[in-house]
């Protein structure tokens, strides 16, 4: 293992950059400082990064190329050639910390693999921040992102969900949110208490906390604006010392 001194002499370096989620004000000064110096922008989506870059008038935006789901393979490997012909890359997402369910860590991955020095500008996450927001206890937690759209594959996360004992942090798009909500209810019951933000630290932010059972302020007229939902750790098998490890396990 290479820490970051021991780095290929002459490669570039490789920022993981967070940006805001929301509110510009959570733009950091190192985020800013950064972002005006690499040589190369890797953004998810090239518009939404041209106007951070413009707001901040952090230079020119010729410096950036497209890095999202559909390229992501092809652009690692001309990334990693330019860090190791001496360039700075600075790795951005639409919003928040980079590869937290967005397209980055085959990047990562490669980099470290070629010795190339990697660090990051930590900020804002929406994951973490709901988090902290929601008022469960969150020693530990899972962080579930987007639930699959299969089925089969979506019930048996679900029933994870339900017997893990604790917070699972769940994405949501505005076009599935009522159905998700649905489903949590139907797969942990209605006395589970969950957390729901929408467009934290936005203009229009909105919070909802309560069990799944009297939940219903995101019906579809309200169903604009991206999610992130707390569900709240199964308490009863808390109680009762449950290790879904061992449930598991199949005796001979």
Same mark, same amino acid.
Request: proline fraction near 4%; hydrophobic fraction near 35%; charged fraction near 25%.
């Given at each position: ?17 967070? *940006?805001? @989620?929301?509110? &510009?004000?959570?733009?950091? +000064?190192? #985020? ?8 190369? =922008? ?35 490997? *001309?990334? @990693?050639?330019? &860090?190791?012909?001496?360039? +700075?890359? #600075? ?8 590869? =937290? ?152």
């Amino acid at each position: 293992m290479k820490s970051g001194s021991e780095a290929i002499q002459g490669s570039g370096r490789l920022y993981i950059v967070a *940006t805001p @989620i929301g509110n &510009l004000g959570d733009m950091s +000064d190192r #985020a800013r400082e950064i972002l005006s110096v690499v040589d190369v =922008i890797a953004c998810e989506d090239t518009r939404r990064t041209r106007k951070l870059i413009s707001a901040f008038q952090l230079g020119s935006s010729d410096r950036m190329v497209s890095f999202h789901e559909h390229n992501e393979i092809a652009r690692t490997n *001309t990334l @990693i050639q330019s &860090l190791r012909e001496g360039l +700075d890359v #600075a790795l951005v997402c639409d919003a928040g910390t980079p590869t =937290i369910s967005d397209p980055g860590f085959r990047l990562i991955d490669a980099a470290h693999d070629q010795e190339i020095e990697v660090t990051a500008i930590p900020g804002p996450s929406a994951s973490v921040t709901a988090l902290a927001m929601s008022g469960f206890a969150c020693f530990r937690f899972c962080f579930e992102g987007f639930l699959p759209t299969k089925k089969s594959t979506r019930l048996r996360r679900l029933k994870e969900i339900d017997q893990d004992e604790r917070p699972t942090i769940v994405f949501e798009s505005p076009y599935r949110i009522t159905r998700t909500i649905s489903s949590l209810h139907e797969a942990l019951g209605s006395t589970r208490r969950v957390f729901i933000a929408k467009e934290i630290s936005k203009l229009h932010e909105t919070t909802w906390r309560g069990t799944l059972g009297e939940l219903d302020p995101f019906g579809p007229d309200n169903a604009k604006g991206e999610f992130v939902i707390v569900v709240e750790g199964n308490q009863a098998t808390k109680a009762h010392g449950f290790n879904y490890d061992e449930a598991e396990i199949t005796l001979p």
